[in-house]
């Protein structure tokens, strides 16, 4: 009897430990770096919890061109590496591509779609979250000029612009909106120097707002404006606590869900491809209010974005989305 039950436990721990060997998961990030506060390591917080929550870890890699993001996909796919996470929308065409050769794994893009039987697209409404933060910004100013600086410049950061910019008329109808974006290639991730810079020139103008949504190049945005007694708002994490008092807010953007749901239905197996989009009905976008900002927040600024993210989630309120037709209402 002692050993049928020892052979029992033996073969449910051996089961146990198939079940979780099932499930290898990868992460291949955006360029910038793993720890730039802000996408990739909202991308990583989600792996780190689906890792403490099971124990079944992961591996991941930080490319710094389009090729390395490439072979890291393939590699990892190669490997037999399942379910693979590629963040940003410059793996489109290597998911693509991977997929197809890879029938049997399953993948995740976050910030593209890409149309396979195997691969879930995660996108979000970056232009709901960017409205109520831009809110705030008008409501904030004291000057009637706030600002944006972006990260590479292509549709989907002019969509957080936009956003933002329909927020901050929202709040002052004849708000000035400075924008600028801090180049056209991968670098502008991951240029904190440059961002600084640009938000330099910003202020100079007269913004007394920033917003950021440029990676790691939002970090000298972040600290220019405090630098300058200025206030700035953080992006994709939450990032009140790099400046407290500071950063009004945060666009959060919750790229963490996105890998720890690919994750988790991978090994419950409930992993389902297709296209899944987050806005603030679905809480993958979100003003952050904590202790490092909430004496920024006064109770009338409180009382306005929480109807605003109401009536968004409603319906009530619909923000125009830059990549529809690719243009912004004045």
Same mark, same amino acid.
């Given at each position: 009897?002692?050993?049928?039950?020892?052979?029992?436990? /033996?073969?449910?721990?051996?089961?146990?430990?198939?079940?979780?060997?099932?499930?290898?998961?990868?992460?291949?990030?955006?360029?910038?770096?793993?720890?730039?506060?802000?996408?990739?390591?909202?991308?990583?917080?989600?792996?780190?919890?689906?890792?403490?929550?099971?124990?079944?870890?992961?591996?991941?890699?930080?490319?710094?061109?389009?090729?390395?993001?490439?072979?890291?996909?393939?590699?990892?796919?190669?490997?037999?590496?399942?379910?693979?996470?590629?963040?940003?929308?410059?793996?489109?065409?290597?998911?693509?591509?991977?997929?197809?050769?890879?029938?049997?794994?399953?993948?995740?893009?976050?910030?593209?779609?890409?149309?396979?039987?195997?691969?879930?697209?995660?996108?979000?409404?970056?232009?709901?979250?960017?409205?109520?933060?831009?809110?705030?910004?008008?409501?904030?100013?004291?000057?009637?000029?706030?600002?944006?600086?972006?990260?590479?410049?292509?549709?989907?950061?002019?969509?957080?612009?936009?956003?933002?910019?329909?927020?901050?008329?929202?709040?002052?109808?004849?708000?000035?909106?400075?924008?600028?974006?801090?180049?056209?290639?991968?670098?502008?991730?991951?240029?904190?120097?440059?961002?600084?810079?640009?938000?330099?020139?910003?202020?100079?103008?007269?913004?007394?707002?920033?917003?950021?949504?440029?990676?790691?190049?939002?970090?000298?945005?972040?600290?220019?404006?405090?630098?300058?007694?200025?206030?700035?708002?953080?992006?994709?994490?939450?990032?009140?606590?790099?400046?407290?008092?500071?950063?009004?807010?945060?666009?959060?953007?919750?790229?963490?869900?996105?890998?720890?749901? /690919?994750?988790?239905?991978?090994?419950?197996?409930?992993?389902?491809?297709?296209?899944?989009?987050?806005?603030?009905?679905?809480?993958?976008?979100?003003?952050?209010?904590?202790?490092?900002?909430?004496?920024?927040?006064?109770?009338?600024?409180?009382?306005?974005?929480?109807?605003?993210?109401?009536?968004?989630?409603?319906?009530?309120?619909?923000?125009?989305?830059?990549?529809?037709?690719?243009?912004?209402?004045?």
């Amino acid at each position: 009897m002692k050993k049928t039950l020892l052979s029992l436990f /033996a073969l449910a721990a051996m089961s146990a430990t198939a079940l979780a060997a099932d499930v290898k998961p990868a992460l291949v990030y955006g360029t910038g770096g793993k720890f730039d506060k802000s996408f990739n390591e909202a991308a990583y917080g989600g792996a780190e919890k689906f890792k403490a929550e099971t124990g079944v870890d992961y591996r991941d890699f930080e490319p710094t061109s389009d090729t390395q993001g490439e072979q890291a996909i393939r590699n990892f796919a190669s490997r037999g590496f399942n379910p693979i996470v590629a963040v940003s929308f410059a793996w489109t065409s290597a998911v693509e591509k991977v997929s197809a050769e890879f029938p049997d794994t399953q993948f995740v893009i976050v910030d593209s779609v890409v149309d396979k039987p195997n691969v879930r697209s995660v996108v979000y409404k970056e232009e709901e979250g960017s409205y109520l933060v831009g809110l705030l910004a008008g409501m904030a100013s004291t000057t009637g000029k706030v600002g944006f600086v972006g990260g590479m410049d292509i549709p989907l950061i002019r969509k957080f612009a936009c956003g933002y910019e329909q927020g901050a008329r929202a709040a002052k109808a004849d708000i000035q909106v400075f924008q600028n974006m801090t180049g056209t290639t991968g670098a502008a991730w991951n240029d904190p120097v440059r961002g600084g810079e640009l938000t330099k020139n910003q202020i100079d103008q007269g913004a007394d707002v920033v917003y950021a949504a440029a990676g790691a190049t939002g970090l000298g945005v972040l600290q220019t404006a405090a630098d300058n007694g200025k206030l700035s708002i953080g992006v994709d994490s939450n990032q009140n606590h790099l400046h407290p008092g500071s950063v009004l807010t945060s666009m959060v953007k919750r790229v963490d869900l996105a890998v720890y749901n /690919a994750y988790a239905d991978s090994k419950n197996d409930k992993f389902t491809p297709g296209l899944q989009v987050l806005g603030v009905a679905q809480e993958g976008v979100a003003y952050a209010l904590d202790d490092n900002n909430a004496k920024l927040i006064t109770e009338e600024m409180k009382a306005a974005v929480e109807k605003a993210k109401a009536d968004i989630a409603a319906g009530t309120i619909k923000v125009h989305d830059y990549m529809s037709d690719n243009s912004c209402p004045k």
